[in-house]
């Protein structure tokens, strides 16, 4: 039979937490729970596996002004700061395009061109332009809005509570606070068409509680609900990584 009946499991002694999927007749099965990466088909949430989630999402629009005569020109374009005491990894976007260094996002006449690069310190990000002119031409304003998104690994552990549950709120939280039902986690978008559409960092939720039962969206994006849950959660499932 398939695996369908969805289990939590935790170890008292290591905190050690998983959600993971058993066949029905066999619900005592612990092999997703003792080897995630093996069974990772299976696992819904592990606190062995990595999970990414997006520390930082801002955009801005730049008014890039025209460039005349032969000398080339570097500009810096600040974005809010995003204090995370490390430089972190980024991708920029125009529009929906992602946008990598140095790529050249405007030609004009005689070779002219802008391109743009991120520039990153351990609390600030600014998008960089970068004019290239070699004959006396001119290159055209333009105006785009500029994208910057921060991708963070979650920490080995946020709290010293194995299981936390809180009954104003109503969010769970589990595995020393790896996990978090109101974390911004990353969650499956849609496929691009074109292989450059920027579709990654979409933040939302993948775990709902109610009636003391769970309901979780897997990574294919199929909704798995424990007996007894009456909530009405909807989502796209998580992608876990092992590091």
């Known amino acids: 039979m398939?695996?369908?009946?969805?289990?939590?499991?935790?170890?008292?002694?290591?905190?050690?937490?998983?959600?993971?999927?058993?066949?029905?007749?066999?619900?005592t099965d612990r092999a997703p729970f003792l080897n995630p990466t093996t069974y990772a088909r299976y696992v819904l949430f592990h606190s062995a596996l990595e999970f990414m989630r997006v520390s930082y999402d801002q955009s801005i629009t730049i008014n890039f002004p025209s460039a005349s005569g032969l000398s080339s020109t570097t500009r810096e374009w600040p974005l809010p700061a995003h204090n995370l005491a490390k430089i972190p990894f980024a991708t920029l976007a125009i529009g929906s395009n992602m946008i990598l260094p140095g790529q050249i996002i405007q030609v004009g006449s005689e070779g002219a061109s802008r391109s743009l690069s991120l520039k990153l310190t351990a609390s600030g990000v600014s998008v960089?332009?970068?004019?290239?002119?070699?004959?006396?031409?001119?290159?055209?304003?333009?105006?785009?809005?500029?994208?910057?998104?921060?991708?963070?690994?979650?920490?080995?552990?946020?709290?010293?509570?194995?299981?936390?549950?809180?009954?104003?709120?109503?969010?769970?939280?589990?595995?020393?606070?790896?996990?978090?039902?109101?974390?911004?986690?990353?969650?499956?978008?849609?496929?691009?068409?074109?292989?450059?559409?920027?579709?990654?960092?979409?933040?939302?939720?993948?775990?709902?509680?109610?009636?003391?039962?769970?309901?979780?969206?897997?990574?294919?994006?199929?909704?798995v609900t424990m007996p007894g849950y009456d909530g009405a959660f909807t989502g796209s499932g998580g992608w876990p990584v092992k590091t």
């Open 128 to 223: 960089v332009e970068r004019v290239s002119k070699w004959f006396q031409s001119t290159l055209p304003a333009m105006t785009a809005v500029a994208r910057v998104v921060m991708i963070d690994q979650l920490p080995n552990a946020t709290s010293s509570d194995k299981f936390k549950f809180d009954m104003t709120t109503g969010e769970i939280m589990f595995g020393y606070g790896r996990f978090s039902n109101n974390g911004p986690d990353m969650i499956k978008g849609a496929k691009s068409a074109t292989g450059i559409e920027f579709t990654i960092p979409k933040i939302g939720p993948t775990l709902d509680t109610a009636n003391g039962a769970i309901r979780h969206v897997s990574p294919t994006g199929a909704m």
């Open 2 to 27: 398939a695996r369908t009946l969805p289990v939590y499991e935790m170890d008292a002694e290591t905190g050690q937490t998983g959600i993971y999927l058993v066949d029905p007749a066999t619900p």
